[in-house]
């Protein structure tokens, strides 16, 4: 199943609940508009080289539309609109006053130097820059892109319009960023788990953890997780993972990363195991935080996990979300467990548009608050209507944005 079949599929189960009219569910469900663009650009070894980008523009009923930027080799208009109606939904469920987009570029990082980098998102944005904006589609990081990368959006952009730092987020804290953005989505990943296991009459403290995935969001989750006295017993990147039963020391792999340019390759303080067997541990947390698709109804039998928490998007395909909910797993989905990022990346443009700085703890605090709110409203959604926490939350996003599209007139 392609990924935009995946989350059509989430959103006409919501559709269904709601008793969504047709005319409405096709104007929610098409993208406003797709992007794509050929970028070109010089290699270090002075070779022409070229890759495909992409900007898709889900629904801007709410606000102006907001989503991440990946870089990955397998990015494709089919992935990229999927995630940007995911971000509608996203920003709709914890009530950020935002639509949604998402955009990408379809090159293997690991293969390019620095400048590579910076000379392929220089020239993406040359190819976007009249469609993104401060008020109308605002870029944040996500695989494969950093502050680093934001950085050089903004100063990209603003030669074209003008000094405005609000037009992409997820900056670096020197360089018009706010504190507490890169750790956002991971803390929120953190937060909400410790919220359901609460929910579900369960204990954070011991309680075991398995994360699949340790960049931005693995790692930050795995910190806030450890800190809440849960049990780390395994890290994955994306060919190699490692298991302790006792428990990993989670100070010692981030350690590990930072001294091995982000790899957990030779990890030798854990026992390595593989993707495919992290997936299916007998731990009472499971946290896929790499890509999505991981979880299908291949694997779906094996899966012991009582919880998932899906900090990367789209992990679970809808077939095993299907066999998973038969077998009673909780699932807490993307659209709720990972929108702590793009919660604060609101916070940084609120703060960019009224040039007033923001501290770590007025950042964390007003995080928790908007999390708790929207986890109990979508807690309290499913039980008054005896759906999955999936569900719920697409119920909550769909009403809000389809509210607003009516309320405008459009309809
Ligand atoms: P990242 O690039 O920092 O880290 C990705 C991690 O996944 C790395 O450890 C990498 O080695 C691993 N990985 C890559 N391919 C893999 C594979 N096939 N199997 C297992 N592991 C693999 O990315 P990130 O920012 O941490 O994003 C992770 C997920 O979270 C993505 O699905 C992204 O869309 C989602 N997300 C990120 C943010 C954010 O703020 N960064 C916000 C919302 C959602």
């Known amino acids: 199943m392609r990924a935009f079949e995946a989350t059509q599929l989430y959103f006409h189960q919501a559709a269904d609940q709601l008793e969504l009219s047709d005319n409405l569910r096709s104007l929610l469900v098409t993208p406003r508009r797709e ?24 629904n801007r009923a709410r606000g102006p539309m907001k989503g991440g930027l990946r870089y990955h080799h397998q990015v494709d208009l089919d992935e990229v609109r999927s995630l940007a109606s995911l971000m509608t939904w996203k920003t709709a469920v914890v009530n950020l006053p935002y639509g949604g987009a998402k955009g990408g570029v379809a090159v293997d990082v690991t293969k390019l130097s620095q400048r590579e980098l910076e000379r392929i998102t220089r020239r993406f944005v040359d190819e976007i820059h009249d469609v993104i904006g401060p008020d109308t589609d605002i870029p944040a990081p996500d695989m494969g892109t950093d502050h680093r990368v934001m950085a050089w959006i903004m100063d990209q952009h603003n030669k074209y319009h003008g000094f405005n730092p609000g037009v992409v987020t997820g900056k670096p804290v020197e360089y018009y960023g706010i504190p507490g953005r890169e750790e ?22 011991g309680a075991q953890v398995a994360i699949q995935g340790f960049g931005n969001v693995g790692t930050h989750t795995a910190k806030f997780l450890d800190e809440a006295g849960c049990q780390i017993v395994a890290i994955s990147g994306s060919r190699d993972g490692y298991y302790r039963s006792e428990g990993i020391d989670v100070r010692d792999a981030l350690h590990y990363v930072l001294e091995h340019q982000g790899s957990l390759e030779g990890y030798a303080s854990a026992d390595p195991i593989s993707n495919d067997e992290l997936l299916e541990l007998d731990v009472d947390v499971l946290i896929p935080a790499a890509v999505g698709g991981v979880i299908t109804v291949a694997n779906a039998p094996r899966i012991r996990a009582p919880i998932i928490v899906e900090a990367a998007n789209g992990p679970v395909l809808p077939d095993a979300d299907r066999l998973l909910a038969e077998r009673g797993v909780t699932i807490l989905p993307d659209v709720l467990a990972n929108a702590g990022g793009v919660t604060v990346s609101y916070f940084e443009w609120v703060q960019n548009r009224q040039h007033y700085k923001w501290n770590l703890d007025r950042v964390r605090g007003e995080l928790e608050r908007t999390l708790t709110t929207a986890f109990e409203e979508v807690w309290d959604e499913a039980r008054a209507h005896s759906v999955s926490l999936r569900t719920a939350a697409f119920m909550l996003g769909i009403r809000r944005v389809a509210r607003a599209a009516t309320l405008s007139g459009l309809v």
Do not use: F, M, N
């Open 184 to 205: 956002a989505t991971g803390r929120g990943v953190g937060l909400l788990t410790v919220k359901l296991l609460s929910r579900l009459t369960r204990k954070a403290a």
């Open 35 to 58: 992007v794509q663009v050929q970028v070109p650009y010089e290699t270090d070894g002075g070779e022409v080289a070229c890759v495909i980008g992409y900007r898709v523009q889900h």
